[in-house]
């Protein structure tokens, strides 16, 4: 999102986070479809090589595959008569017609499908990669995360694939779909989540990506553009900072990646990037203001 065209006024600590409607209800629904369906080869492989998940990670966190052959499990589970209509439509996996209930087109897409699940293992949503069932809002990608009353930073990151690396390294880490998913009239819902997880401080650590050299892929003509990103890193941090809960930002090196042109979470670690290095990119996170001052990131 260009940072330009928001009009999206900054969220303050006078907005109360106790309000937000945070959904946090695991579907029975959702863990039928699960542990009806799996991850494909090809699939797998991808998440091994691009993505740097070990089996276990994969197993663990259970990707899926979708396409049109889980049309017939998805039917199955309608017909089966073990959950209401209104169930399969809220668990996202159905859409209600003037016919009655249907599978919902995007889970018959050839993609990754990405359940998020609880700190016990039930689901909550399953997400296509880059997708999601019209209107089920955003949630927080905790990936079997366990509160804690420890105070150890929790690291947020852009899309899932992310959190699951980290959480494969041992860093307590959680996802945002998108970097602007919970700013402005979502943020308070982001808030009462990491209250209700005794989350006191969070280190948000977004993608880098050069925007500024029209010869890599992510090249935008438009200086204004090109830190839309940024801006929503130090966006976020600075209305959690609002709300009590600490807040830092970090910044992976652009050297991560050999081509200069993109490091996230998860490419880092298919890189082999190590534990040591996301700690010591980690710890060197700086508060909202600090992060304005730092030397442009382009």
């Not at 209104?86 to 990405?114: C, E, K, M, W």
């Not at 949503?125 to 997708?131: A, D, N, V």
């Not at 042109?261 to 040591?276: I, N, P």
Request: glycine share 10%.
């Amino acid at each position: 999102m260009d940072p330009t065209a928001t009009h999206a006024a900054p969220i303050t600590s006078d907005i109360d986070p106790t309000a937000a409607d945070y959904v946090d209800e695991p579907s029975a629904a959702l863990g039928k479809f699960l542990d009806a369906t799996q991850l494909d080869a090809r699939d797998r492989r991808a998440l091994n090589t691009r993505r740097g998940l070990s089996d276990d990670t994969i197993d663990a966190l259970r990707f899926r595959s979708g396409g049109h052959e889980l049309g017939g499990a998805l039917c199955a589970m309608r017909d089966s008569g073990a959950f209401t209509e209104q169930g399969l439509v809220d668990s996202g996996l159905f859409t209600r017609s003037d016919r009655g209930v249907a599978p919902n087109g995007i889970y018959l897409r050839p993609n990754v499908l990405i359940p998020y699940l609880d700190e016990n293992g039930a689901c909550r949503l399953i997400r296509p990669h880059k997708g999601g069932p019209k209107g089920h809002p955003a949630q927080v990608y905790a990936p079997r995360f366990a509160s804690t009353s420890a105070r150890r930073p929790v690291v947020m990151v852009e899309g899932e694939f992310g959190a699951a690396a980290l959480r494969q390294l041992g860093v307590r880490a959680i996802a945002v779909p998108g970097v602007s998913s919970f700013a402005g009239v979502n943020f308070p819902r982001l808030v009462a989540w990491l209250t209700g997880h005794d989350v006191g401080e969070v280190v948000i650590l977004f993608g880098r990506e050069d925007k500024a050299d029209p010869d890599k892929p992510g090249h935008k003509p438009n200086a204004l553009s090109r830190y839309d990103t940024e801006y929503w890193a130090w966006r976020i941090a600075t209305d959690l900072a609002a709300a009590d809960i600490g807040a830092k930002v970090a910044t992976f090196p652009i050297e991560w990646d050999a081509n200069r042109a993109k490091v996230d979470a998860d490419s880092a670690l298919a890189a082999g990037r190590t534990r040591e290095q996301f700690s010591e990119v980690i710890g060197d996170g700086v508060p909202p203001d600090d992060y304005l001052r730092a030397p442009s990131l382009g």
